[in-house]
């Protein structure tokens, strides 16, 4: 896996590609951030490239975010294919990246002699990109110990020889690209004890350099370690080796640039600073206001459970290495904490978590308030969610932030966290390492404060449809299943069996209505249950009304109420009856019936209250939901 | 595949990878006929059919292909090998990722 699979697909690719000549150089520029933030394959890279290219011609772009880079490519073998990817990886990071090329083979003779074009070029940083064949030009399949220790050390020279010459002309920063392990083993399982073998000679002088580097002060680009991960396949063809001496593929160069782009930008200092982190089926399985904390699927007993564990423990270890965690999740907050001190098997703890903002307010406002009380930029914030839906609402309102694809598998989040490279650091600190302790100190404990943000743009981009039906056969066991799970949006909290939901199947003065919500994104399934029955009174009460949270701030309230007042009508009601009934978990629609323009005609002292909404003056609500019998 | 099914799809390649949403694939088409058509070009051209089709050349077919016809006709035979209900997609990126990468453009000139 070398594509970039972490990043969202790219929505108008065409379109958008074609009008960027069109464009303002910084215009031009800020879409081709954006485009750069997509699943870019290597030929949508070379396209974009050449693209901003146009619109740029040799004008830099000013106000970027990061600081304009003058990199050299010292190579042994072909990197021209590599170059677009270099560029395109810097502007997904906002970094202008101007590359010199040495001929093919030439680096020694340009690092050495002061009238190569080289030094006039003046790069601002260089990457010595040397390939396997060429470093094991002088080893033998024959030779003894002795002589293969001597061809090593002379290549360890030659490449230290070739930092000091860089450093000495350039006083800038040197990347170092270690071989891959191209060449085919002899011996096999044993192929160390051959002292002639190129391919244990690779593995030899990769874990050689790492040291040689650190004392001089270069950093590495470890493709060794990358194509050990994606295997050596998905970087190196042998073929292309033959016909246009490419050690990398060109299928791999958007994952070369980007590796190669991270090290640039974490030298500038551009890399996320803090993981903020869902909870709901994001840290553990389920929802903990509606299944509690003994509901939870977490730690031992299912694979799923360890997933979510294993999750819990890549996020601890990042912060125990200096990155901030924080948490942003729609929940009543007593719920969301009640896990992180009672479940057994929770891996994070609370005061690791440096800001905690569980409301029901949108993300994008949450993700903002996190930032400010933090006191560092949106642009340093990774967001991980299951959700697609709050994905996608944080990547509109917040482009600046990182929000990696990583599915609905908790196995492999960590993973897709990792190969994103977001929290990229070319060194550790002992600031880092205490920095987490900082943030515990200086937390404050106030609960963070709800602000909207202009929803309206993204919920009409989604195309909801709201696709009701009355209860049936079919959906019987997942009505049940809603009925007698969902605590927090239920505004009477009754259970209801199979029997007893059939019988409001057929009682023809009742209805029970199953509402689906549909989107661009998918198909969020049946997400809310209505039940009503008509009394004598002629009024209809509402016994049950009941949703999923994975859909609040969606309209789907305001929505499923005009479908109910028009079955309300078909069976001659006057009013709408609506009780909310207290319980330790439903706080969160108190007022349900009252934003819904209801008015409160009884309150009892339980603190149960009764409301009421007149049909006849009812006028249906405006919202981005189309509602339909399906 | 049959080998008039192949163009539609190597022109979307070919338009996307020169830039050039005016550019007509016939048989006779050369490396020598299309600016920007050199070594380096080549393998992405090959690289990304592979990638569209599903399908891998070996280094003596690609030696013997001369002109886009050869192409066209090296594709659908091997697509024609494969079956039809593995084609497309082997080499790494989804089917919608190429779909939308590789999807004809306009004419830019």
């Known amino acids: 896996m070398n594509g970039l699979y972490w990043l969202p697909q790219a929505e108008d690719w065409n379109a958008r590609l074609l009008a960027l000549p069109g464009r303002r150089p910084e215009t031009a520029w800020n879409e081709g951030v954006a485009l750069a933030n997509t699943r870019l394959n290597f030929v949508q890279t070379n396209s974009l490239d050449g693209m901003l290219r146009r619109a740029l011609g040799r004008a830099a772009p000013g106000g970027t975010r990061g600081r304009p880079v003058r990199l050299a490519v010292l190579g042994s073998c072909t990197v021209a294919h590599l170059l677009p990817a270099i560029r395109v990886a810097g502007l997904r990071r906002g970094i202008p990246i101007e590359i010199y090329e040495a001929d093919f083979g030439q680096y020694w003779q340009e690092l050495a002699n002061p009238d190569a074009a080289l030094h006039a070029f003046a790069p601002s940083a260089i990457l010595l990109a040397l390939d396997a064949h060429h470093l094991t030009a002088g080893l033998d399949a024959g030779m003894t110990g002795e002589e293969a220790d001597a061809v090593l050390d002379e290549v360890r020279g030659r490449i230290a020889e070739a930092w000091r010459l860089a450093a000495a002309a350039f006083h800038c920063p040197v990347i170092q690209q270690t071989p891959l392990c191209v060449h085919p083993a002899m011996m096999g399982n044993s192929e160390h004890r051959l002292p002639g073998s190129k391919a244990a000679f690779i593995g030899r002088l990769n874990a050689a350099l790492r040291p040689m580097a650190d004392r001089a002060g270069v950093d590495i680009l470890a493709l060794d370690e990358r194509a050990a991960r994606d295997g050596i396949g998905a970087w190196h063809d042998p073929g292309l080796w033959h016909r246009a001496k490419q050690e990398v593929s060109p299928v791999a160069a958007p994952m070369y640039g980007d590796l190669l782009v991270r090290i640039i930008a974490a030298r500038q200092g551009l890399c996320a600073k803090c993981l903020v982190l869902d909870l709901d089926n994001t840290l553990w399985g389920g929802v903990v206001g509606d299944d509690g904390v003994g509901g939870l699927v977490l730690g031992q007993g299912s694979a799923l459970g360890e997933a979510f564990a294993a999750f819990q423990g890549f996020a601890r270890d990042l912060s125990r290495r200096g990155v901030i965690l924080a948490v942003c999740s729609k929940n009543d907050e007593a719920n969301a904490i009640e896990p992180f001190e009672k479940h057994p098997d929770m891996v994070l703890r609370r005061d690791e978590i440096a800001v905690f903002a569980a409301n029901w307010s949108d993300k994008p406002s949450n993700l903002r308030a996190i930032a400010s009380e933090l006191n560092i930029g949106p642009e340093s914030l990774v967001f991980v969610d299951d959700n697609p839906f709050e994905r996608n609402l944080v990547r509109q309102q917040m482009p600046m932030v990182a929000v990696p694809e990583v599915g609905d598998d908790p196995s492999c989040f960590a993973q897709t966290l990792a190969d994103g490279g977001y929290f990229e650091s070319v060194a550790v600190t002992d600031d880092d390492l205490a920095r987490t302790a900082q943030y515990q100190g200086n937390r404050k404990r106030e609960a963070l404060k709800a602000s909207a943000v202009d929803l309206a743009s993204y919920l009409q981009s989604l195309e909801m449809r709201l696709v009701w039906r009355r209860f049936d056969r079919i959906g019987l066991p997942r009505i049940v299943q809603l009925i007698n799970k969902t605590n927090q949006f239920n505004l009477t909290t009754r259970r209801y069996t199979e029997e007893s939901v059939a019988e409001v199947m057929h009682d023809s003065s009742a209805f029970g209505l199953q509402l689906r919500l549909i989107d661009r994104l998918g198909d969020n399934g049946v997400i809310a249950i209505v039940i009503g029955k008509l009394q004598v009174s002629g009024d209809l009460l509402i016994d049950s009304w009941l949703m999923s949270c994975r859909v609040l701030g969606r309209q789907v309230e305001p929505a499923t109420l005009n479908v109910v007042v028009s079955q309300a009508q078909m069976l001659g009601a006057g009013r709408l009856l609506g009780d909310y009934l207290p319980t330790p978990k439903n706080g969160m629609v108190r007022h349900h019936y009252e934003r819904l323009g209801f008015t409160v005609v009884s309150e009892g002292a339980s603190g149960a209250v009764r409301s009421a909404l007149d049909i006849a003056g009812f006028a249906p609500a405006v919202t981005f939901i189309g509602a339909e019998e399906g | ?109």
């Open chain 2, 1 to 109: 595949m049959r080998e008039d099914d192949v163009y539609p799809k190597l022109t979307g390649i070919f338009r996307e990878l020169f830039l050039r949403g005016d550019l007509v694939l016939t048989p006779g088409l050369t490396a020598a006929d299309v600016e920007g058509w050199d070594s380096f070009r080549q393998v992405e051209i090959l690289l990304a059919v592979e990638q569209e089709f599903g399908v891998k050349f070996h280094t003596r077919e690609i030696d013997s292909m001369h002109n886009v016809g050869e192409l066209a006709r090296m594709v659908a035979t091997k697509t024609e090998r494969l079956g039809s209900a593995q084609a497309g997609n082997a080499l790494g990126s989804s089917p919608s990722q190429v779909e939308a990468s590789i999807s004809s453009l306009p004419a830019m000139r």
